[in-house]
């Protein structure tokens, strides 16, 4: 385990499972919703460009190098639009980190020598949630597994907030969902996955 971590942990705390995300598909039935709705959206530039600089700008007049600028700069930020996902998914594969500890699910990015964490105290939740994906990986949410939850599973990792301490946690297309959800207290209830015997489970 990194050094910067030891040193978040409270006195007493343990590390008991650590993950990453991983296999990041990103027209998974779960995923595939947020990102068909960015790349129409990017479509939706691209058109628009090519409406302006092949119809409308020679009908109304407008000079072709200022039509040309527009389309441009329309197919520019079009493109950026739809490479989104690809970023997003780059991101979380390459810089977020998950552990499970004896207290709390903990999501952290360590980056130009900066770590940001985020997580969760399970005194503060009673349930979690498992999301199975196509690829044979899962998502597990801590707290109910909320609309909002969702279309934040590639989301970059916020600054944490104090707001933030009630509302749930994912970790996001990890492989050893089992181990993870060996490592939840027993006061629990766990969605989604088959329950693990008493014995397993964190006390």
């Not at 993950?19 to 129409?40: M, S, Y």
């Not at 079009?78 to 699910?105: D, V």
């Not at 969760?120 to 801590?142: H, I, M, Q």
């Not at 050893?176 to 397993?200: F, K, N, T």
Request: charge should be positive; hydrophobic fraction near 45%; proline fraction near 7%.
């Amino acid at each position: 385990m990194y050094q910067f971590l030891k040193d978040q942990l409270r006195p007493g705390e343990k590390v008991l499972w650590q993950g990453h995300p991983a296999d990041i598909r990103l027209l998974d039935p779960v995923f595939r919703p947020k990102n068909l709705t960015v790349w129409i959206f990017a479509a939706l530039f691209f058109a628009a460009s090519v409406w302006y600089a092949g119809f409308y700008a020679p009908a109304a007049g407008v000079s072709t190098a200022f039509a040309v600028a527009v389309a441009l700069f329309g197919f520019a930020l079009g493109g950026c639009i739809a490479a989104t996902p690809f970023l997003s998914r780059r991101n979380l594969e390459q810089n977020i980190c998950y552990c499970i500890t004896t207290e709390r699910m903990i999501a952290y990015r360590r980056k130009d020598g900066k770590l940001r964490i985020q997580s969760r105290d399970f005194l503060d939740f009673t349930e979690a949630s498992v999301e199975p994906l196509r690829s044979g990986k899962a998502n597990l949410y801590l707290g109910p597994k909320t609309l909002t939850a969702r279309l934040e599973l590639l989301n970059e990792l916020l600054p944490p907030r104090e707001e933030d301490r009630m509302f749930p946690l994912t970790f996001t297309s990890i492989l050893d969902i089992e181990g993870a959800c060996a490592c939840l207290p027993d006061y629990i209830r766990i969605d989604g996955v088959a329950p693990a015997a008493p014995s397993v489970r964190a006390a």
